[in-house]
């Protein structure tokens, strides 16, 4: 299957033609949704001090895997690894 032909390409071709400043609010509206439902998730489970920085270590995961995924670069040993980094981080977090 070809990129443009996945929901992933047609999903960024329809992003791509907005301009750069709507591009940034839309991406940025993302981020504060997904931050959000982390947040209120993890918010019970981990320190406070160190919620914003595993949110955020979240959030760049999930993004640099389906970026990863969408070059084909990635393969299941690395989504298990970055899981597993994941877990581990929240484990040695816990409240």
């Known amino acids: ?3 443009d032909e996945t929901l992933n390409g047609i999903l960024y071709e329809y992003y791509f033609s907005f301009s750069t400043e709507k591009r ?3 991406l940025y ?3 504060q ?3 959000e439902k982390l947040s ?3 918010i ?5 001090k160190l919620l914003e920085n595993v949110c955020n270590h979240i959030y760049l995961t999930l993004q640099g895997l ?3 995924a969408m070059s084909k670069a990635l393969t299941e040993e690395m989504i ?4 597993q980094r994941l877990k581990d981080e929240i484990e040695r977090n816990l409240v």
């Open 66 to 68: 389906s970026f990863m």
């Open 33 to 35: 949704e997904t931050y």
């Open 40 to 42: 209120g998730i993890l």
């Open 80 to 83: 298990d690894a970055e899981f």
């Open 29 to 31: 509206s993302v981020y």
């Open 44 to 48: 019970k489970l981990i320190d406070r």
């Open 1 to 3: 299957m070809k990129f």
């Open 24 to 26: 940034k609010e839309i």
